[in-house]
């Protein structure tokens, strides 16, 4: 596979993985009632990257 390949199916894994941790987050705040921070604490996001999660929910 080329480079441009590689990294066309990298960039879709790195969405796929996004669009999952979101469902995620979005089950922990339907299911048990918690926050987006505290589903995200639960889920051990680091903190750098719940304003990206957040921003998305």
Same mark, same amino acid.
Do not use: H, R, W
């Given at each position: 596979?080329? +480079? /441009?390949? =590689?990294? #066309? %199916?990298?960039?879709? %894994? #790195?969405?796929? @993985? %996004?669009?999952?941790? $979101?469902?995620? !987050?979005? +089950?922990?705040?339907?299911?048990?009632? /918690?926050? @987006? %921070?505290? @589903?995200?604490?639960? /889920?051990? $996001?680091? =903190? !750098?990257? =719940?304003?990206?999660? @957040?921003?998305?929910?």
């Amino acid at each position: 596979m080329c +480079n /441009l390949g =590689k990294a #066309v %199916e990298f960039a879709g %894994e #790195v969405k796929g @993985a %996004e669009k999952t941790m $979101i469902q995620n !987050i979005k +089950n922990l705040m339907k299911n048990l009632k /918690l926050s @987006a %921070e505290q @589903a995200m604490d639960a /889920l051990g $996001i680091p =903190k !750098i990257d =719940k304003e990206k999660y @957040a921003a998305k929910l």
